[in-house]
């Protein structure tokens, strides 16, 4: 099945710090999700991007499908960014709407 | 406002036994599904469905089994067979094919097995 690799696994960060967060996947998809989960398990839908670019706030992303991978960039870093992300696709292949989620960034962003 | 509720929060699980978690959404939403989470790790899909009473196994469906006798509803049992039940549990919902900005989560389940 598809491989979902995000990297890196660990980022620490001073307030204020810009950040490039990387998901790579080994098969196509029509389908691809970025979340952000709190340190109280909550998951929150950022972006739905499985191709092109969206801007958010200070958070970006770019997913590049024809190359297989999704950057997820985030300026100006705050406390409340601090978390897990991560990325989920959609194989083409997929019946439904099942995800198939990477290990995910590991994200502190310290005062 | 519209949401997915899962209840409860917290589980204890005596060895034997089946727990069943309960997991309402009121988005209008015509998929479900239940992820499981271990200890650093990502979600893998334990089951999922798309219409009322049809769902789909998902990676890890053993032990597991799952009911949609309603649209806004999606309970997941998990069974005695379940060896190692120790988890965080996420449910979600979507639109049908899952594509979009609507992919929902509930703020999960964490079942311990004393």
């Known amino acids: 099945g598809i491989q979902v690799e995000q990297s890196p696994p660990d980022l620490i960060l001073q307030e204020g710090a810009n950040s490039t967060l990387r998901c790579n996947f080994s098969d196509s998809v029509n389908n691809l999700q970025w979340f952000h989960q709190n340190p109280w398990g909550q998951l929150i839908n950022l972006f739905y991007i499985p191709s092109g670019t969206k801007q958010n706030g200070r958070l970006s992303a770019t997913t590049v499908a024809t190359e297989r991978y999704s950057l997820l960039y985030i300026s100006s870093s705050q406390t409340t960014d601090s978390g897990v992300y991560f990325c989920a696709v959609g194989p083409i292949y997929n019946q439904g709407g099942k995800l198939i989620f990477g290990q995910g960034t590991e994200l502190s962003v310290k005062p | 406002d519209g949401g997915i509720t899962q209840s409860p929060k917290y589980l204890f699980r005596k060895e034997g036994q089946n727990v069943t978690l309960s997991c309402e959404q009121n988005l209008n939403h015509d998929a479900m599904y239940w992820y499981r989470q271990d200890p650093g790790q990502g979600l893998r899909l334990i089951y999922y469905s798309q219409i009322v009473n049809d769902f789909q196994k998902g990676d890890i469906a053993e032990g597991y089994s799952v009911s949609r006798e309603k649209k806004e509803s999606f309970p997941l049992t998990v069974t005695s067979a379940q060896k190692n039940p120790t988890a965080f549990y996420l449910c979600?919902?979507?639109?049908?094919?899952?594509?979009?900005?609507?992919?929902?989560f509930g703020s999960g389940t964490r079942l311990t097995v004393v």
């Open positions: 979600a919902s979507s639109t049908f094919s899952g594509t979009g900005s609507g992919y929902t």
